[in-house]
């Protein structure tokens, strides 16, 4: 797979190419604007709508009828049937017919005006029976060679004004010397897709002001295509296992399907996604072994983690242990909750120094999923924020996982040394929320024993060296994605499958909370997913639909959409923009799907035979000799055509219809455009 471009390895070709010759055809390559999911390297537009075409019967047939008649014709007028000679008129005033038995001179005349009229002959005839089209539809000399001159017509070569190695961009604003030093940087070898992405990143903030054109011109005439580096220092992945294409931010997962329930324009073209699509949020539906993982988030994860490379993009992907999510060295921080061996810890808190907004994630990772916690009569927050907020104001911190659990658990010896430590520091206030806890301790309604129960799962040994509170390590929080980090959070889904749900929904918490408050919201952030079982609640559906503004998104990935509440499926699948259904979902995953895409307008031909009844005595006997011959009575066809509103993919295609290593893809972009239901091949 490609190194540093689509058609490159990372060594370079074998054939002898001189240096930088890949990332020059790389970067030259033409990427025309296209509809959203088409994949834009190299694409070639196609008509919207589909142009009309003879069907092949029709076409054949008309065709041999066509030469019929002219052979006809010319029968005709050899032999003189059509009112004698006269189309021979023009030859004899050239060579009469004396000239033509006595000379050789005046027979070739004869013969070759024999060949024109022929030609002719031929050049009308052919028009009608359209052997052109003919010869370009089924010849196959016309099919080898059109796809040899697609396959070697190298693209035009640009003008020094427009070719993108010359950093056209840079000497419009003026800057010779820097556009100089990254040309000789391209063509020397030096430079690499994810170079060109993050100085074109650079560049842009210059444009916006948000970095001084003295310090990128420094930085690049003194570091050329290493400038303003990932703070890792990487500049590309040790291996690539899909196609990507930095200069627009796609990665091709794909082929869409040359079928009729597809756009015509989507036909054959190369199925990709970008941060255009995936700021709208991805919720993608497949039984185990269907490709979410292996199609989807993996390649996602990929693209997401050179665009880090590149300053783009900031990416948290979330699986099991045992989820092929690439490989490790792919990542800036890789956290194994509950492996002993994990070099990185999380932020229990998600770096927030507030305790309402602490109590909000813990609640919704805790209690979230439980519709008799959101009916009690306290609210899980407020419980928490009751000691939570107390503690910190004593300690300086937040509490353990162990000591926030006796806390709540009603324990008389810590809530009584931490209404102590109140009193004497003088903190009235967040003295009445810890006598507030001690009295609606044990009553109906309480919400406590519910957090406490959760609570349990995280206070296991396996988790005794995570959740760290005490200051002295740094665990990872949210906050940092202000910065293009690349993060990967392992869950122990299968030693303690209910801690890992817990975990998830504490990640989806912080996550969509966080990057609602970031200064930069040039920079994408993504979450991905792997398996969002138990993870979709009515909290987190109402933060995915608030990502879209902070220029952020999720991808989740889902085996059925029985693992999301009845009540929350039709708003999850509104609340995202692009939703995926792949080979093998269920049926009632289908309707949930076929409901969510809606209908449209068809034209249906209905069809119908009737009986021929015949009056006449002839007529008669030759309806009784055809019903002796075919053994079916002579009938009438009668078409009707209509126009009817149908789903676009009903549930039983979506269950039935789909094909191994495929699914039904519909899209939106941030911007609002549309991408119908297509049917994409997920295995090129």
Known sequence: MPGWGPGASPGGSVSARPPGADFLDWLR????????????????????VEPEQTPGRQLVSGAVIALLV???????????????????????ALAPTSL?????????????????VIVLVAVVVGRLGRWPELWRRYSPWSRTRRETTSAASPPPAPTPQEDP???????????????????????????????????????????????????????VLRDGAAAFPHPSGRRDLPARSVPHDLATGQVRLGATLDDARNAYAYRTAG???????????LVAVGPAGSGKTGALVRPVAEALCLQALAGRAAVVVVGAESAGLGRADNY????????????????????????????????????????????????????????????????????????????LDGSPKHLAALRAALAAAGHSALLRDVESRERQAGQPGDAAPLLVDRLALLDRPAFADFFDTSGEGAPFSFRALDHPVRVRIELPSRSHPDAARVLARLV???????????????????????????????????????LRSAHAGVLLALRTLDDVPQELRAPLLGAVGCRMALSGVAPRDGQDFAAAWGTEWREIRDVTDRQIVADEPLTKVSHFLRKAITGKSPTAQSVTVRQ?????????????ALPPGHAVVSLTTVRGEHAPPLLVDLRH
Not at 105 to 115: D, K, P, V
Not at 510 to 515: D, G, I, K
Not at 517 to 542: H, K, N, P, Q, W
Not at 644 to 656: C, F, G, Q
């Open 644 to 656: 009817v509103e149908r789903e676009r993919w009903s549930a039983s295609e979506l269950a039935h």
């Open 508 to 546: 989806l918490a912080q996550f969509t909370a966080s990057v609602l408050v970031r200064g930069d919201v040039s920079l994408f952030a993504c979450l991905a997913l792997d398996d969002a079982a138990g993870v979709v609640t009515a909290e987190s559906v109402r933060g995915i639909q608030s």
């Open 332 to 407: 800036d921080i890789v956290i194994r909750l509950g492996h002993p061996d994990s070099v990185y810890d999380l932020d229990l808190y998600g770096g927030t120094h507030d305790a309402e907004e602490a109590a909000t994630f813990l609640a919704e990772a805790l209690v979230g999923d439980l519709p008799q916690a959101s009916s009690s009569g306290r609210r899980p927050s407020t419980v928490l924020a009751q000691v939570l907020g107390p503690f910190r104001a004593v300690h300086g911190r937040f509490p353990s996982v162990a000591e926030l659990r006796l806390l």
């Open 271 to 281: 199925f990709a996604l970008g941060s255009e699509l995936l700021a709208t949020s």
């Open 70 to 92: 002219g052979w006809l014709f010319w029968s005709l007028l050899y032999n003189g049937f059509l009112w004698g000679d006269w189309w021979l008129l023009p030859v004899r």
């Open 29 to 48: 390559t033409p990427r025309p604007p296209a509809l959203p999911g088409i994949w834009r390297f190299g694409h070639r537009p196609r008509p919207e």
């Open 100 to 116: 033509k038995e006595s000379t050789t001179w005046g027979t070739a005349t004869f013969y070759l005006y024999y060949a024109i």
């Open 165 to 219: 190695a010359q950093w056209p961009e840079l000497r419009a604003a003026g800057e010779h010397a820097v556009a100089d030093r990254l040309a000789d940087e391209a063509f020397a070898g030096r430079l690499r897709d994810v170079d060109h992405a993050r100085l074109v990143r650079a560049w842009r903030s210059v444009q916006s002001g948000q970095l001084p054109v003295e310090t990128f011109r420094r930085d």
